[in-house]
C-alpha cells in the first residue's frame, strides 16, 4: 500500500533521486549480508505498507524505543507527537538545538519458518532500519504536509476527506523529520535452512506464510446515514 508521493515538494527538499541509498558502515549488517538492499523503490514499499514505526534514541544516558506513527514524503520521514514529550522536544529544529540521533525501524513479518530443528527457526520478514539526527518542523507549510502524511499513512486518500487540524490543535502537535540518507533494508524468504542431518528426522518443515487484511468499515453510532462509504475504504 503506497502512501506518498515519492518526490518531495519544492518546500521539503529531500536527497538527489537516485536508485539506491549508499551503503555506510553503521547500514552494513554483520550477518546475513546477502539480505541486505538499497534499492530506494524497495525501502520505501517497505515503509509505505507500515502503521507503526519504532523510534529509538538515548535520554538521560538509557535507550528508549517508542512505537509512533510515522508518514513518508519522498526522502523524508515524520514522526507524530505531542508538545510536551521530551524527544520531540529535544530535537530541536536545526538551529537553536543540534537535532536528536535517532534510529527508526520498520518491520513485516511475512511467513513463519518452520524447520526440523529448533535452531534453524526463523521468521520470513521485510524491515527498514532509518540512521540519523531528527529536527522538529517549525514551518507551517511543512507542519501541515507532515500531518496529511501521517494520517495518509494509515488510510491513502484520507486526508482530504477530513477537517484540517485547527490553530489550538496545531499548537499541541509536534512533528519531527527524519531525512532517508541512511537507510538499509533486510529480506528473508525461502523456506527452511535444515541440516543435511536432519533431513529425515520425522517433523513437519515448511512455511506459514502470514497475512493482513481488512474487516468490514463499521460507522460510528452517530454518523448521518446519508454519509456513504468512501471510495478508498470500499477499495481496502
Not at 185 to 202: H, I, W, Y
Request: charged share 20%.
Amino acid at each position: 500500500m503506497s502512501t506518498a508521493a515519492d518526490t518531495a515538494s519544492a518546500e521539503t527538499p529531500g536527497p538527489p533521486a537516485a536508485d539506491a541509498y549508499t551503503p555506510t558502515d553503521r547500514t552494513v549488517p554483520t550477518r546475513s549480508r546477502q539480505r541486505a538492499s538499497y534499492d530506494r523503490a524497495l525501502v520505501h514499499s517497505i515503509l509505505d505498507e507500515a502503521y507503526v514505526c519504532h523510534l529509538g534514541f538515548v535520554r538521560d544516558g538509557a535507550p528508549v524505543v517508542l512505537p509512533t506513527l510515522f508518514g513518508r514524503v519522498g526522502d523524508r520521514l515524520y514522526v507524530h507527537g505531542s508538545t510536551g514529550s521530551r524527544p520531540l522536544r529535544a530535537a530541536g529544529d536545526g538551529v537553536a538545538a543540534p537535532g536528536l540521533p535517532v534510529c527508526l525501524t520498520v518491520t513485516h513479518v511475512d511467513g513463519l519458518v518452520l524447520a526440523r530443528s529448533a535452531f534453524h527457526h526463523s521468521l520470513n520478514y521485510r524491515s527498514v532500519v532509518v540512521l540519523g539526527t531528527a529536527h522538529q518542523v517549525t514551518d507551517p507549510e511543512e507542519l501541515r504536509t507532515a500531518l496529511d502524511a501521517l494520517v495518509d499513512q494509515v488510510v491513502p486518500g484520507r486526508s482530504a476527506d477530513s477537517r484540517p487540524a485547527n490553530a489550538k490543535e496545531l499548537a499541541a502537535t509536534s512533528v519531527i523529520r527524519l531525512n532517508l540518507d541512511e537507510v538499509s533494508a533486510k529480506v528473508r524468504t525461502g523456506g527452511p535452512n535444515d541440516d543435511a542431518e536432519d533431513l529425515a528426522l520425522p517433523h513437519w518443515s515448511g512455511v506459514v506464510p502470514v497475512h493482513g487484511g481488512y474487516g468490514t468499515p463499521v460507522p460510528a453510532d452517530d454518523l448521518d446515514p446519508a454519509v456513504a462509504l468512501p471510495g478508498y475504504l470500499a477499495a481496502l
